[in-house]
């Protein structure tokens, strides 16, 4: 009876297909295409996972306004982070590096108002997976709390957690210190919660400097080491404007070394500064697209736009075509896997799944 079913099932599916073929609205009318052909469509991202719809401060782009820009590029799934550096609600500051001794912080101001933006709309074109940013890794006993009100507000909303700072040498001058051993032995309690409802969180958490360029890797090591089936997610895979000079092989053996230990380990490709450091160098586009090749299921792409009404669609276009270089120098299987977005849908359990590239003749 099952086989049947099967059978059935195989030759509907068949018809169906034959049926797309011979529309003759062809794919102009939004048919799914039957294979990705890189030769003529863009090698930009599909989805961000990594788009920061809060400012630090000051006005923000609309909400609908910014979700016509990701249509607009050809972005159909992305990941709504609030900020994790929050300026006070009465400082004249649009961007914290501009005012060293302001103090920044997480905070959940921006969540609600993602939240509530979101859950009024509820947009189906970008696909949106809401994310708490209010984290503050050095107070986790004010994370479970934290969720606890999420829940009752906004129930069934958040599916994301970060962008997080553990680490970030950029906040140093707002009062920001990184998160200690202690700290992270005591994020149990929320990293369970996190687990059991399978939501991915990302890290910032920097890898160190140019002077000390793996002074802070011991706590993203203890991180991995207490929550190896967490799905953790190294922003940047480590890079800073303060690390901009590391040997890439070097940099290469860690993020492998990591990535062989710590099987729900992905790394996020998000942040100009990683083109303009790394990848945009001779000679260091393939390595890394070669270290990609052999972990295609194990990075996921994004801009780490800042959705400040300073900002406009061109802004965006350009961030988005300046990460997705690397996208251009990936064999296929992580092409789609990263560029169109299947590690993405397979993170956060979607049931999409990203187009099978065109095979070349
Ligand atoms: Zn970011």
Redesign the pocket.
């Known amino acids: 009876m099952q086989r049947i079913g099967r059978r059935l099932a195989v030759a509907a599916a068949a018809l169906t297909a034959v049926a797309v073929i011979a529309s003759p609205a062809g794919a102009g009318a939004g048919a799914p295409a039957e294979c990705f052909d890189r030769a003529t469509e863009p090698y930009t991202s599909q989805v961000d996972s ?3 719809f809060r400012p630090f401060g000051g006005q923000a782009i609309p909400f609908d306004e910014l979700n016509g820009y990701l249509r607009k590029s050809g972005v159909r799934h992305a990941s709504m ?1 609030g ?2 550096q929050t300026l006070p609600v009465d400082s004249t500051c649009t961007y914290y590096l501009d005012c060293p001794g302001t103090p920044v912080a997480p905070s959940m101001r921006n969540d609600f108002v993602n939240a509530a933006n979101y859950a009024a709309a509820k947009p189906e074109d970008p696909e949106l997976a809401v994310s708490m940013t209010f984290l503050d890794l050095n107070h986790p006993e004010t994370i479970p709390p934290g969720i606890s009100l999420y829940d009752k507000e906004f129930p069934g909303v958040f599916r994301w957690a970060g ?1 997080v700072n553990l680490v970030k040498q950029a906040l140093f001058a707002n009062e920001h210190t990184p998160a200690t051993i202690e700290n992270i032995r005591n994020w149990a309690p929320f990293m369970k919660v996190l687990r059991e409802r399978g939501i991915p969180i ?1 890290i ?1 958490s920097d890898l160190g400097n140019d002077e000390e360029q793996t002074k802070y890797l011991p706590l993203m090591e203890e991180t991995l080491r207490q929550y190896p089936d967490n799905k953790i997610v190294w ?2 895979m480590g890079l800073s404007k303060e690390l901009a000079t590391m040997d890439p092989d070097r940099h290469i053996a860690i993020m492998t070394r990591l990535l062989d230990q710590y099987p729900d380990l992905t790394l996020d490709l ?2 100009r500064v990683l083109e303009d450091n790394y990848f945009g160098k001779p000679g260091v586009r393939s390595k890394y697209a070669a270290f990609l090749d052999r972990y295609p299921t194990r990075a996921i792409p ?1 801009t ?1 736009f ?1 959705a400040s009404r300073a900002k406009d669609y061109a802004v965006y276009e350009e961030e988005l075509e300046v990460t997705s270089r690397i996208n251009r120098a990936l064999g296929d299987r992580a092409f789609r896997n990263i560029a169109l977005g299947e590690n993405y849908y397979r993170l956060l359990g979607l049931r999409e799944h990203a187009p099978r590239v065109c095979r070349t003749r």
Do not use: K
Request: aromatic residues 12%; glycine residues 12%; hydrophobic residues 30%.
């Open positions: 990594h788009l920061h982070y900020i994790g962008e990302t910032h922003a940047h998000s942040w994004g780490d800042v």
